[in-house]
């Protein structure tokens, strides 16, 4: 089963911008999506963005204009750029990958925005 590997967050502004990376060993077959998922304190972890492996990407209505999921090949490697943020963007974000043979999660990274 495929590691993940999240990276990217730490403490910013409200308004500044941060981006989330996602790094998964080997490589994927029949991929259903990729996406990235929050928990704030004292909620339920929600979903943020999904990436699918046509290529259609789907974000949760609070990030829509703001948040962009990606992929690169390349590197192995999902992105979540994440720009404007709002304090009530603070959260542990973890990355998601789901095929039609297993899902894994990545261990999360936390985003703390405030002034």
């Known amino acids: 089963q495929v590691q993940l590997a999240e990276s990217g967050g730490g403490l910013v502004q409200p308004g500044g911008s941060l981006r989330l990376s996602c790094t998964y060993s080997?490589?994927?077959?029949?991929?259903?999506?990729m996406g990235w998922y929050r928990q704030a304190p004292g909620k339920q972890r929600e979903l943020v963005a999904t990436?699918?492996?046509?290529?259609?990407?789907n974000y949760v209505d609070s990030v829509k204009g703001r948040f962009t999921i990606s992929r690169d090949n390349s590197k192995n490697t999902v992105y979540l750029q994440m720009n404007s943020l709002k304090p009530e963007d603070t959260a542990v974000y973890y990355c998601?990958?789901?095929?039609?043979?297993?899902?894994?999660w990545g261990q999360g990274t936390l985003v703390t925005v405030s002034s």
């Open positions: 998601n990958i789901k095929t039609r043979l297993w899902d894994a």
């Open positions: 080997g490589s994927i077959f029949s991929l259903n999506a």
């Open positions: 990436l699918t492996g046509s290529g259609f990407t």
